[in-house]
């Protein structure tokens, strides 16, 4: 996780970078690092003169109720319990601290609780002449502490939690793991990187080229990191490496990017101070992720959900058996029930009597990819007004294109009905107008194309001729073949 680039130098001298490497390379500090914290199982390293607790991973700190600052500030003696088996010594200073032991005995927790295992401690000596005593347990968890002391009191073996942790077996369980974890990085798309601060070396796997936009032969610095990062972003990552350095804790910050092509990428980095090797060289190790495509989707549901909460009308998703998934604020108007409640209950308990039977047959059809529209349904709702709701219902599909539930829009159409029932209304006393007077009324287009002619028309003194003209066809014919040519009508409507 690189600083401001300012504030940090950046190895240039290929000498010093070329003695680090062989030394000791960053990388498979790294791994073994990513192997100590992740594997499943509890370790303690401990000084073999004095028992003094060097490391915990977080599996023994986790099982053990410490933090790893207060285990480092133990002994083992503290921590383990007499067994009354005379092959393991609990005076680390007894002299005998260093030979192996395989067996089952009791660790003392964090709260005082007793807590059965299975150990394995083996002796380790470094090229350096250090040497340290892993400890390596699995808690016994369907013995009880009485039964566990029982059994080794009355039994000359038992059984080990690992067959050998000789030096050739540690090294194939490094392999095995550095494997493992190089193809869970490959599979969730995760960029490595490792930087040693003493040598300023910094390490990028492919994928961390990848995510940065450059090629694959481009050798990474801290520098160079830093100026790859948006101007608008150096100011947090430089706080949060700051961080880092003074808790020695593992954190996250994220950043964005622009590639050659112009492109802008958002990159979430994690990383951790880590200390390698006896000589307790500083490392940074950690992992970044493009997560430009999953922010685009976060801020497009986050559209669509405001959308949604602004909306008037009633939206509701459900699963295919009716239990509810979502419910805007509309449906909390409409239908009177707030979101906490109805979410997880079946939305079928909240549909009129007279429509449950219909509601299998649609869910057959959605499931199918069909869109239904309801007919128009009268609601009441909680104010006990009567509404009309035009309902529709579609099909939901899931991030694999199969369907997934329903989505259900209630519009408000009351306003529109009333609207449509007036004017229907109006029309009908505007004919019983037309029809009842004793006026002659009629209607043409520009054309003079008759459009309307009440039965006054027909009861004229020209009946006869209209009855003639207009049978059966009065809608078609045109106004001028029923008047006198010199009446001057024609002449008044071009006007």
């Known amino acids: 996780m690189p600083a401001a680039a300012p504030e940090l130098k950046s190895g240039n001298n290929a000498e010093d970078m070329t003695k680090h490497r062989t030394a000791s390379h960053p990388s498979a500090d790294g791994w073994r690092h990513a192997l100590f914290e992740h594997i499943p199982v509890a370790i303690i390293v401990s000084s073999p003169e004095t028992g003094a607790i060097i490391a915990a991973n977080p599996k023994a700190c986790r099982v053990l109720g410490y933090t790893e600052v207060r285990l480092r500030s133990l002994r083992t003696a503290d921590?383990?319990?007499?067994?009354?088996?005379?092959?393991?010594?609990?005076?680390?200073?007894?002299?005998?601290?260093?030979?192996?032991?395989?067996?089952?005995?009791?660790?003392?927790?964090?709260?005082?609780?007793?807590?059965?295992?299975e150990l394995n401690r083996s002796w380790f000596a470094g090229a350096d002449d250090s040497s340290a005593c892993i400890n390596a347990f699995?808690?016994?968890?369907?013995?009880?502490?009485?039964?566990?002391?029982?059994?080794?009191?009355?039994?000359?073996?038992?059984?080990?939690?690992?067959?050998?942790?000789s030096r050739p077996a540690m090294d194939l369980a490094l392999r095995e793991s550095e494997q493992r974890l190089r193809a869970a990085t490959e599979v969730?798309?995760?960029?490595?990187w490792a930087w040693d601060r003493?040598?300023?070396?910094?390490?990028?796997?492919?994928r961390m080229r990848a995510i940065h936009g450059v090629s694959t032969d481009m050798e990474p610095t801290i520098a160079a990191w830093g100026q790859m990062i948006h101007p608008d972003d150096r100011a947090a990552v430089a706080i949060t490496t700051q961080k880092v350095m003074a808790t020695d804790r593992q954190v996250s910050v994220e950043y964005r990017v622009?590639?050659?092509?112009?492109?802008?990428?958002?990159?979430?980095?994690?990383?951790?101070?880590?200390?390698?090797g006896a000589g307790g060289m500083t490392h940074q190790l950690g992992v970044c992720l493009d997560v430009t495509e999953l922010r685009r989707a976060e801020e497009s549901l986050s559209r669509l959900a405001a959308i949604i909460d602004a909306a008037t009308d009633a939206i509701v998703s459900t699963k295919f058996d009716g239990?509810?998934?979502?419910?805007?604020?509309?449906?909390?108007?409409?239908?009177?029930?707030?979101?906490?409640?109805?979410?997880?209950?079946?939305?079928?308990?909240?549909?009129?009597?007279?429509?449950?039977?219909?509601?299998?047959?649609?869910?057959?059809?959605?499931?199918?990819?069909?869109t239904i529209k309801l007919p128009d349904l009268r609601w009441t709702t909680p104010e006990q007004r009567q509404v009309d709701l035009a309902i529709t219902l579609a099909p939901i599909p899931d991030r694999a294109g199969q369907w997934a539930g329903i989505s259900s829009v209630a519009h408000d159409?009351?306003?529109?009905?009333?609207?449509?029932?007036?004017?229907?209304e109006s029309e009908a006393r505007m004919k019983a107008v037309i029809e009842n007077t004793s006026d002659l009324i009629w209607s043409v287009d520009r054309q003079y194309q008759l459009l309307v002619a009440n039965a006054a028309c027909l009861e004229s003194t020209q009946r006869a001729l209209w009855s003639t003209i207009c049978c059966g066809s009065r809608y078609s014919m045109r106004l001028g073949s029923l008047l006198p040519g010199n009446c001057g009508f024609p002449t008044m409507m071009r006007r």
């Open 79 to 117: 921590i383990f319990v007499a067994t009354g088996d005379p092959g393991f010594p609990v005076a680390q200073e007894s002299g005998n601290a260093t030979r192996e032991f395989r067996g089952e005995l009791t660790f003392r927790c964090a709260d005082g609780a007793l807590l059965p295992v």
């Open 258 to 276: 622009v590639h050659r092509d112009g492109t802008t990428h958002s990159v979430l980095c994690s990383g951790g101070v880590v200390n390698a």
């Open 413 to 424: 159409i009351t306003q529109r009905k009333r609207a449509e029932a007036a004017v229907a």
């Open 188 to 192: 969730a798309a995760l960029g490595v």
């Open 323 to 370: 239990v509810i998934t979502s419910w805007n604020p509309g449906a909390e108007k409409l239908y009177g029930h707030r979101a906490g409640d109805v979410l997880g209950h079946n939305v079928f308990d909240l549909v009129p009597p007279g429509q449950r039977a219909l509601m299998p047959g649609f869910i057959e059809r959605i499931r199918d990819g069909e």
């Open 198 to 206: 003493s040598a300023d070396v910094l390490t990028w796997d492919d």
């Open 138 to 165: 699995t808690p016994l968890s369907d013995r009880t502490v009485a039964e566990t002391v029982q059994q080794q009191s009355s039994t000359t073996g038992s059984r080990p939690i690992l067959d050998n942790m």
